[in-house]
């Protein structure tokens, strides 16, 4: 694949080669300056909105896939969390018993 900004070179170099070399008037070389010119910049514009259409693509998908990767992620911690709760509350009951224990004896 050729890289845009290749071409663009490319075409710029080749037109002012060409404008340059042709044996014209000056006011019809600068006429035909001006042409490229106006060609050469649409081309940039029409490049650089490409471009930039591109990268908001890019980024919107970025964006969706880390919302999709958070809620994957709290999901996860959500039921490791639950697990640490029951684990909590079992160790909790053992203490209670062995508290009671002690109430006993006292």
Known sequence: ?????????????????????????????????????????DQFVEDFTEVKDDLSKAAKSGKDKFKEDLKDFASKASYKTEDAITFLEKQLSVLKEKNKNLQRTS
């Open 1 to 41: 694949m050729i890289h845009k900004g290749a071409l663009a070179l490319g075409v710029i170099l080749g037109a002012a080669a060409g404008v340059l070399l042709a044996p014209d008037q000056g006011s019809v070389t600068r006429e035909k300056l001006k042409k490229e010119g106006k060609s050469i910049k």
